[in-house]
């Protein structure tokens, strides 16, 4: 098992990628991957919600983690498992860990309001099925499942080991820091690129963002300002991620950070629908915004 310093730094999200035909296109994943990775990216996050994971079938969402596989000795590779049911949630954890990763993520099982005895006992179950401790992917907005502290099945769950730490998808960040304070063995991501220096500001090792698959030297800066006791730069640079951000989600945030790829010799097919793709005008608002706001290196 990596170390916490070993795993701390910025992961992407990493988009699925298809071909004309619709199907998986690993090697268009690849170079968006290699590209992050050469970018000063940590690792990666493969199968979550950037990934369209639940607009997949079963065997594409496994030819996703095939296709980060290939980058295993040069990354930190996390998989996204989740699913509703806990068999298919372990089927992806046994093919995601065989394949080399380090370790799996899961949001909360969703749709039927389960008990909070119910949810840690998901997870207990795909530690088991992984031999490792599991990434709780906290994305209340999605899932509507709050780990509330006050529960003692979440404390409990939290406590036993079988637990990694959060991926913190949720503008509660009180609650971030109340979840390391009850165990300070576990660690934290940042799960939304606009809160990313709030994040580290409490204690989360790295972050884990969605928009990081086409700003990764921006948000790098960012990091790096902040380790460097620089904050008042850094902060310039979050506001800036924040107006692309804000933007991106305006017209939809999967589209627009394909498209983005796109204009930047990474094409990835266009995300599935219901999703739609940009139309001229918000191709042209997003062009503006990141010519605006965009730190690219220097």
């Given amino acids: 098992m990596k170390t916490k310093e070993q795993l701390g730094g910025l992961y992407a999200a990493s988009v699925t990628a298809y071909d004309a035909s619709g199907a ?47 980058l295993k000795d040069s990354a930190t590779l996390i998989a996204h498992v989740g699913a509703i049911g806990t068999d298919e949630a372990v089927r992806y954890t046994k093919a995601a860990m065989a394949l080399g990763f380090d370790f799996v993520a899961s949001t909360a099982p969703f749709y039927y309001s389960f008990s909070p005895k119910q949810v840690c006992r998901y997870y207990y179950d795909l530690c088991d099925a992984a031999h490792a401790p599991v ?42 820091e109340r979840m390391m304070n009850l165990n300070p063995d ?68 999967i589209s627009a950070i394909k498209y983005v790829l796109g204009t930047q010799g990474c094409p990835v097919g266009e995300a599935r629908r219901p999703f739609t793709p940009l139309n001229d005008a918000q191709k042209q608002l997003v062009d503006e915004i990141l010519a605006q706001n965009l730190y690219i290196g220097s």
Avoid: W
């Fill in 186 to 253: 576990l660690i934290a991501f940042n799960g939304y690129d606009e809160t990313m220096l709030a994040g580290k500001a409490l204690g989360a090792i790295g972050s884990i963002g969605s928009t990081f698959n086409m700003m990764m030297p921006h948000y790098k800066k960012i990091f790096d300002l902040y380790d460097e006791n620089k904050h008042a730069e850094a902060l310039v640079l979050q506001h800036k991620a924040n107006n692309c951000m804000e933007t991106m989600c305006r017209v939809g945030l």
């Fill in 24 to 70: 998986i296109d690993k090697a268009a994943m690849q170079k968006v991957m290699q590209r992050n990775l050469n970018e000063g990216g940590t690792g990666l996050f493969v199968g979550g919600s950037s990934g369209e994971c639940f607009m997949l079938t079963e065997p594409e969402r496994v030819q996703c983690f095939e296709a980060a596989a290939a």
């Fill in 135 to 176: 990434l709780i992917y906290n994305f209340p907005g999605n899932t509507h499942c709050e780990f509330d502290l006050s529960s003692p099945d979440y404390v409990e769950l939290l406590k036993s080991g079988a637990i990694l730490g959060v991926k913190q998808t949720n503008y509660n960040l009180f609650q971030l």
